[in-house]
């Protein structure tokens, strides 16, 4: 199918009331992701995109992205918490040399700044104006205010990697732009991020970044956290399969025994990949094998999600908070928009790799150095806050 009928699809689901649809019931546990992604004119406002990297091209190279846009950032580095000294580790793999432990919490003053080149994405053109629709039931609409009330005097602790990182960001900003004219009365401070890659302080192929979780509960106490882990489990499969398996029943485990109190929520996957447009269909085995850089593990997430919906539901004190939806935004990837310092355009080539501008729900050509995992900001992530108190306020969490 052609971009051109896909969109006039789209605005024709719109056009025939698709995006509100207030006589539908509340979706109950896993029912929302039965639904599609359509355009909304209506869209309300997001909180601007905060990147503590670097510009490397498009004019004001080597400049923090988060200076673009001083009135919401601020004009400084985001001061962040000391990480526990006793949980510094010594970060395998990739980092060997700058060790990434990171600790912080929602802001008063500024937005929270954020990683992986999200902002790049808005440079390049990327807009995202679309609303995940339930087919057969409806999702609470965003109301910061109303997080606030729900999540009352309690604290939220978020842990795992660097795409749970923008997920946390995204969730504070968006409760401090509910609140703009007044940030100290929003909930946004009550809310704090601490890395850990695999959670369980164990390197499983990729780095080993952070403390692990049971240590993290301890010294921040929690009433509420909200965890993921899933990209660093890379060793060859089958390994990587059973190390994630065992991962989750480990922390479910530990969590029914040492900390029962602490409500659990688990963050499904941030599914990766690079296209044009929204896919169609659910990316399959065949769309990951496609990739000229296989070793990712991303063709592994929806099992993954499974094992992970199988572990935690029905068991006490233990949700899951299921980000189906992104599967199919694999246009919101900042590789998907730029490659090393170039424009994903079909007149211009990588030096070593040529770049193709593919059709929606197509492959376009790849490799480790472009990012097809972590989030354009604003973009589809920002439907994680929304997921968040509908299912706090369905299961009276």
């Not at 005097?153 to 401090?176: E, F, P």
Request: net charge negative; hydrophobic share 35%; with cysteine.
């Amino acid at each position: 199918m052609s971009a051109s009928v896909w969109t006039q699809l789209i605005w024709a689901v719109c056009e025939a009331g698709g995006v509100h649809k207030p006589n539908l019931p509340l979706c109950g546990l896993y029912e929302h992701n039965d639904g599609k992604w359509v355009l909304d004119d209506s869209f309300s406002a997001r909180p601007a995109c905060c990147g503590w990297d670097r510009h490397k091209w498009g004019g004001g190279e080597n400049m923090h992205m988060y200076l673009d846009d001083a009135e919401h950032c601020g004009g400084f580095e985001m001061p962040q918490e000391p990480y526990p000294s006793f949980l510094e580790t010594k970060a395998e793999g990739w980092h060997t040399i700058n060790v990434l432990n990171m600790a912080y919490k929602g802001r008063t003053d500024y937005l929270v700044h954020t990683g992986g080149y999200a902002c790049s994405c808005q440079r390049f053109g990327f807009e995202d104006v679309y609303t995940w629709v339930p087919n057969e039931c409806r999702l609470l609409e965003w109301d910061a205010k109303e997080f606030c009330r729900v999540l009352g005097n309690r604290s939220l602790l978020v842990l795992g990697d660097s795409t749970v990182s923008q997920a946390a960001g995204v969730l504070m900003n968006y409760i401090h732009l509910g609140f703009w004219d007044n940030p100290a009365q929003g909930c946004q401070t009550q809310v704090r991020f601490a890395n850990s890659d695999t959670l369980v302080g164990v390197e499983y192929g990729v780095d080993n970044r952070g403390g692990e979780w049971k240590a993290l509960i301890q010294y921040y106490a929690p009433d509420i956290v909200l965890l993921s882990t899933g990209p660093h489990i890379n060793r060859p499969p089958p390994l990587r399969t059973a190390d994630f398996t065992a991962i989750l029943s480990q922390i479910s485990q530990e969590h029914l025994e040492r900390f029962p109190n602490v409500t659990l929520i688990w963050k499904t996957q941030a599914p990766g990949g690079c296209t044009d447009g929204i896919s169609e269909t659910f990316p399959r085995e065949e769309f990951y094998k496609s990739l000229t850089y296989p070793n990712y593990n991303w063709a592994d997430f929806e099992h993954w999600d499974w094992v992970a919906r199988h572990e935690f539901t029905g068991k006490r004190n233990q949700y899951v908070l299921d980000m189906t939806p992104l599967y199919y935004r694999t246009d919101a990837h900042p590789g998907s928009h730029y490659y090393e310092g170039y424009t994903v355009d079909a007149t211009e080539t990588h030096p070593r790799t040529p770049v193709s501008r593919a059709q929606p729900g197509e492959t376009q050509i790849q490799d480790r150095n472009r990012d097809c995992l972590h989030h354009c900001i604003p973009g589809p992530i920002g439907l994680l806050p929304q997921l968040l108190l509908h299912l706090m306020r369905v299961e009276n969490i």
